[in-house]
């Protein structure tokens, strides 16, 4: 089914997925404006995207209420009154993802016909969650956008209205983070950038210790790879359904 939203798109704004899988191609393979958000830049979109937007890890549900703040229209009450409360600057600084950014893609978007708006797995288990949904209900009202969701868990739990509540404070993730994804690698995959701020080198075997995990891993640079964020392979969390970021500590083995 998404194979065929994004065909019939002339509009793609992907937000909280790596784009793993194979969907990728059917993007790069599109005709569609598109529009890539995540904290992770993905070098094989590097000359497909018309934009990517980086924001901070855990930022997701700022994220989505100031999508929601620029790309709602024709708005009722509450919702007009929702957004007068809502803090623009201090949700934009906080995330990093700057409110000139949005009002570029909403310069794009406005002119779409069949905008599509792809929703990632990276919101499931977010702490929330469910606020997050409850934001993207009131977008699939208040705007053009057609939103498609990467796991079914998430469209299930989309089907309930409630109201939607403040953004809470942002958490900063300092130091060292995980992204756990499909890669089918047993390695540790970093960043140059990422290894130097660890201290450690490509095929050192590490310690990568978390507050409820722990792995055993040889890393791996990949000059593809861009940002401070390393990849393992999700089938190596005792929890796969846990937030797909983890902070850790990396260790050199002995």
Partial sequence: MIKNEIKSSDFILSIASFLENGLKDEIINSNADFIYMHPIDKSCLKNRYKQFIKYEVGSEEAIFALLLNF???????????????????????????????????????KNAKNPLLIVGEDIKNHKRERNILNILKKLEEFSKFKIVFLTDDLK?????????????????????????????????????????????????????????????????????????IALIDISNSKDENSYKYLQVKIEKAE
Avoid: H, W
């Avoid at 009722?76 to 009002?103: K, R, V």
């Avoid at 995959?189 to 409820?212: E, R, W, Y």
């Fill in 156 to 228: 299930t739990s989309n089907d309930e209205q409630k109201v939607l509540e403040n953004v809470e404070d942002l958490k900063s993730f300092n130091g060292t983070v995980i992204y756990k994804t499909s890669i089918n690698s047993d390695f540790l995959v970093v960043s140059q950038t990422f290894a130097n701020i660890a201290k450690v080198k490509d095929g050192d075997s590490v310690n990568i210790l978390s507050k409820d995990e722990s792995f055993k891993k040889v890393l791996k640079v990949d000059t593809n790879l861009l940002g401070t």
């Fill in 71 to 109: 790309f709602a229209t024709n708005l009722d009450e509450d919702l007009e009154n929702y957004l007068d409360e809502l803090d623009i600057g201090y949700l934009s600084a906080e995330s990093s993802a700057g409110e000139e950014e949005f009002e570029e893609i909403l310069e794009d978007y």
